[in-house]
C-alpha cells in the first residue's frame, strides 16, 4: 500500500510537470504560427518586387527580414523538438513505472486471491471470527474481513485504471514520437530553403554592391527627408512649448482632454496597434550599419514597414492630426498629436484627413506610397516622439 501510495505522489508531480511542459509547448507553437504568416507575407512581397526584375535596396531588405524570420523558426522548431524529447523521455520513464507498479500489484493481487481461496467457505470465516479470544477481538476480526474485501476490490480497480494509464502513455508516445519526426522533416525543409535565400542574398548583396553611387545618392535624398520632418516635428514642439509658457507651464500645453489620451497612450506600451494591417519592420530605430554600403551608418528616427501595393496607413490611437503636409521628394506625412506624443506616418499619397481633425484608433489617413524605381518598394516611414524625445516604435506597437 506504502509503495502504490509513493507512486501516485510521483504520477502527481510529474503531471503538474508535463502540464507546465504543455504550456511552454502551446507558446512555442503559436509563435511558431505567427513566424509562419510572416514568412507567407514576406515571400508575397518578394514575389511582388520580383516582377520588377531591378535589385534593389527594398528587395534586399525584404530578402534580409526572410532569412531573420526563417532563422526564428528554426530555433523555434529546435526548442519544440527540445520539449517534445523531453515529453518523450519522461512518458518512457513512466510507462515504465507503471508496467513495474502493475506487476507488483498484480503479484499482490494474486497472493490475496490464493488466500481467499484457501479460505472462501462461510465456515472458515465465522470460525475465525469465533475463535477470538475477546467480543472484542472477534469485532476486529470481523471488521479486519471487511476491510479486506473492499482493499482487495480497490485493487483491483486499480490495476485496471493502470493499465488503462499505460495504453493511454503508450499512445501519447507514438503520436510524440510521430510529431517529433514530423517537425525533424520541417526543419529541413527550413534549412534547405534558409540556405537557398542566403545564396540569393550573397548575390544581391553583390550586385548591389557595384551600384553604391546609386544607393548613395538615395540614402542622402532620405536623410534629407528625414531632416525635413524632424524640422516640422520641432515647429509642432516650439509651438505648444511657447503656449505653454504663456500659461506659466512647462512642456506641452494640453487640455484634460489631451492630457488623458496621453495618459491612456502610455498605459498602451506594447500593446498599441500597428499602424498598417499586414507589414513586415525592414529598417529598425535608432543608429546602425547600412546593409549594403561598407564603413557607413544610418539613422533612422522611427522604423521601416513594408507591405503591399496599396495597403492603407491607420493611426494607431486616438488622437488629433496636427499636420498634414508634403515633403520634398517623399510624398505626404501626417503629424498626429495624442496628448505629449505624437506619431508620425509618412510617404503617403491620398491622405484622408486634414490638420485639427479628431481620429479614431484604426482610422484610415492615407495610402502608402509604392516607388517603381525601387522595385515596387511600398515602405510607411513611422516614427513615435514624446513631445522632443524619439522613441523606438517597436517598444509600443504589439508583438
Given at each position: 500500500?506504502?509503495?502504490?501510495?509513493?507512486?501516485?505522489?510521483?504520477?502527481?508531480?510529474?503531471?503538474?510537470?508535463?502540464?507546465?511542459?504543455?504550456?511552454?509547448?502551446?507558446?512555442?507553437?503559436?509563435?511558431?504560427?505567427?513566424?509562419?504568416?510572416?514568412?507567407?507575407?514576406?515571400?508575397?512581397?518578394?514575389?511582388?518586387?520580383?516582377?520588377?526584375?531591378?535589385?534593389?535596396?527594398?528587395?534586399?531588405?525584404?530578402?534580409?527580414?526572410?532569412?531573420?524570420?526563417?532563422?526564428?523558426?528554426?530555433?523555434?522548431?529546435?526548442?519544440?523538438?527540445?520539449?517534445?524529447?523531453?515529453?518523450?523521455?519522461?512518458?518512457?520513464?513512466?510507462?515504465?513505472?507503471?508496467?513495474?507498479?502493475?506487476?507488483?500489484?498484480?503479484?499482490?493481487?494474486?497472493?490475496?486471491?490464493?488466500?481467499?481461496?484457501?479460505?472462501?467457505?462461510?465456515?472458515?470465516?465465522?470460525?475465525?471470527?469465533?475463535?477470538?479470544?475477546?467480543?472484542?477481538?472477534?469485532?476486529?476480526?470481523?471488521?479486519?474481513?471487511?476491510?479486506?474485501?473492499?482493499?482487495?476490490?480497490?485493487?483491483?480497480?486499480?490495476?485496471?485504471?493502470?493499465?488503462?494509464?499505460?495504453?493511454?502513455?503508450?499512445?501519447?508516445?507514438q503520436q510524440q514520437r510521430t510529431v517529433k519526426e514530423t517537425l525533424l522533416q520541417t526543419k529541413k525543409r527550413e534549412a534547405d530553403q534558409?540556405?537557398?535565400?542566403?545564396?540569393?542574398?550573397?548575390?544581391?548583396?553583390?550586385?548591389?554592391?557595384?551600384?553604391?553611387?546609386?544607393?548613395?545618392?538615395?540614402?542622402?535624398?532620405?536623410?534629407?527627408?528625414?531632416?525635413?520632418?524632424?524640422?516640422?516635428?520641432?515647429?509642432?514642439?516650439?509651438?505648444?512649448?511657447?503656449?505653454?509658457?504663456?500659461?506659466?507651464?512647462?512642456?506641452?500645453?494640453?487640455?484634460?482632454?489631451?492630457?488623458?489620451?496621453?495618459?491612456?497612450?502610455?498605459?498602451?506600451?506594447?500593446?498599441?496597434?500597428?499602424?498598417?494591417?499586414?507589414?513586415?519592420?525592414?529598417?529598425?530605430?535608432?543608429?546602425?550599419?547600412?546593409?549594403?554600403?561598407?564603413?557607413?551608418?544610418?539613422?533612422?528616427?522611427?522604423?521601416?514597414?513594408?507591405?503591399?501595393?496599396?495597403?492603407?496607413?491607420?493611426?494607431?490611437?486616438?488622437?488629433?492630426?496636427?499636420?498634414?503636409?508634403?515633403?520634398?521628394?517623399?510624398?505626404?506625412?501626417?503629424i498626429i498629436r495624442h496628448g505629449k506624443y505624437l506619431t508620425v506616418y509618412s510617404n503617403l499619397v491620398n491622405v484622408l484627413v486634414n490638420?485639427?481633425?479628431?481620429?479614431?484608433?484604426?482610422?484610415?489617413?492615407?495610402?502608402?506610397?509604392?516607388?517603381?524605381?525601387?522595385?515596387?518598394?511600398?515602405?510607411?516611414?513611422?516614427?513615435?516622439?514624446?513631445?522632443?524625445?524619439?522613441?523606438?516604435?517597436?517598444?509600443?506597437?504589439?508583438?
Amino acid at each position: 500500500m506504502t509503495n502504490t501510495r509513493s507512486f501516485l505522489l510521483l504520477f502527481v508531480f510529474l503531471l503538474l510537470t508535463l502540464l507546465t511542459q504543455g504550456q511552454s509547448l502551446d507558446e512555442l507553437r503559436k509563435k511558431k504560427e505567427k513566424t509562419n504568416e510572416q514568412i507567407k507575407f514576406t515571400t508575397k512581397l518578394l514575389d511582388e518586387a520580383k516582377k520588377n526584375e531591378k535589385k534593389t535596396l527594398n528587395k534586399y531588405n525584404i530578402l534580409n527580414k526572410q532569412i531573420e524570420l526563417r532563422t526564428s523558426l528554426i530555433t523555434g522548431i529546435n526548442s519544440e523538438v527540445g520539449v517534445l524529447a523531453d515529453f518523450i523521455d519522461q512518458n518512457v520513464w513512466l510507462v515504465n513505472s507503471l508496467n513495474s507498479d502493475m506487476e507488483e500489484l498484480r503479484k499482490e493481487y494474486a497472493n490475496m486471491i490464493v488466500f481467499a481461496q484457501k479460505n472462501q467457505t462461510n465456515y472458515s470465516k465465522v470460525l475465525f471470527i469465533l475463535s477470538a479470544g475477546s467480543f472484542n477481538q472477534a469485532y476486529k476480526r470481523l471488521m479486519y474481513l471487511r476491510q479486506y474485501t473492499e482493499y482487495r476490490k480497490r485493487q483491483a480497480e486499480l490495476i485496471q485504471w493502470i493499465h488503462d494509464l499505460i495504453q493511454s502513455k503508450v499512445t501519447a508516445l507514438q503520436q510524440q514520437r510521430t510529431v517529433k519526426e514530423t517537425l525533424l522533416q520541417t526543419k529541413k525543409r527550413e534549412a534547405d530553403q534558409l540556405n537557398k535565400e542566403k545564396k540569393e542574398q550573397g548575390k544581391y548583396l553583390t550586385t548591389l554592391q557595384e551600384k553604391q553611387k546609386d544607393i548613395k545618392k538615395k540614402l542622402r535624398e532620405q536623410q534629407q527627408i528625414e531632416s525635413q520632418l524632424s524640422n516640422e516635428i520641432q515647429r509642432i514642439i516650439d509651438e505648444e512649448v511657447r503656449k505653454a509658457k504663456q500659461s506659466g507651464k512647462a512642456g506641452f500645453e494640453m487640455t484634460p482632454e489631451q492630457k488623458l489620451v496621453s495618459g491612456q497612450f502610455e498605459q498602451n506600451k506594447r500593446r498599441i496597434p500597428w499602424p498598417v494591417e499586414r507589414g513586415v519592420i525592414t529598417d529598425h530605430f535608432g543608429i546602425h550599419n547600412h546593409p549594403v554600403l561598407k564603413n557607413i551608418q544610418v539613422k533612422n528616427n522611427g522604423v521601416d514597414i513594408s507591405t503591399a501595393q496599396g495597403a492603407i496607413a491607420r493611426s494607431v490611437f486616438a488622437g488629433e492630426v496636427s499636420k498634414v503636409f508634403v515633403v520634398s521628394g517623399g510624398n505626404m506625412a501626417v503629424i498626429i498629436r495624442h496628448g505629449k506624443y505624437l506619431t508620425v506616418y509618412s510617404n503617403l499619397v491620398n491622405v484622408l484627413v486634414n490638420s485639427g481633425d479628431k481620429v479614431s484608433v484604426k482610422e484610415a489617413i492615407g495610402t502608402i506610397g509604392t516607388d517603381s524605381d525601387e522595385g515596387d518598394k511600398t515602405v510607411l516611414k513611422f516614427q513615435i516622439w514624446k513631445e522632443n524625445v524619439k522613441q523606438d516604435p517597436e517598444e509600443w506597437i504589439a508583438k
